[in-house]
């Protein structure tokens, strides 16, 4: 990164960098420059791409519909019920 480029950007982003922290700023930005050139300069012509580093295995139900309760059991514990539906008390008249 070139300190114009960083001018702008401190603009931008509303910063204020000291010139050691742009010193700092700059040389992160040329390390990474540096190891960019080098992790292109690998031959992965012959190399199979991947999407994972890990190999994932995703283990799936199948969607399958259950009747866990009946309408009865799960009114056992209501105060009242009509026509298969809780009956609660009117809260505004």
Request: glycine content about 2%; charged content about 35%; overall charge negative.
């Given at each position: ?23 700092s ?6 390390k990474?420059d ?12 012959n ?35 009509m ?11």
């Open positions: 990164m070139e300190k114009e480029t960083l001018i702008k950007l401190e603009k931008l982003n509303q910063l204020r960098l000291d010139d050691t922290q742009k010193i700023v700059i040389d992160f930005f040329a990474r540096s190891e960019m050139e080098i992790i292109n300069s690998i031959d992965t012509k190399t199979e791409r991947m999407v994972h580093v890990m190999p994932i295995l995703t283990v799936v139900r199948d969607d399958v519909e259950k009747k866990l309760f009946t309408r009865d059991q799960l009114q056992k514990g209501a105060p009242e019920t026509d298969g539906y809780w009956q609660v008390p009117r809260l505004v008249e």
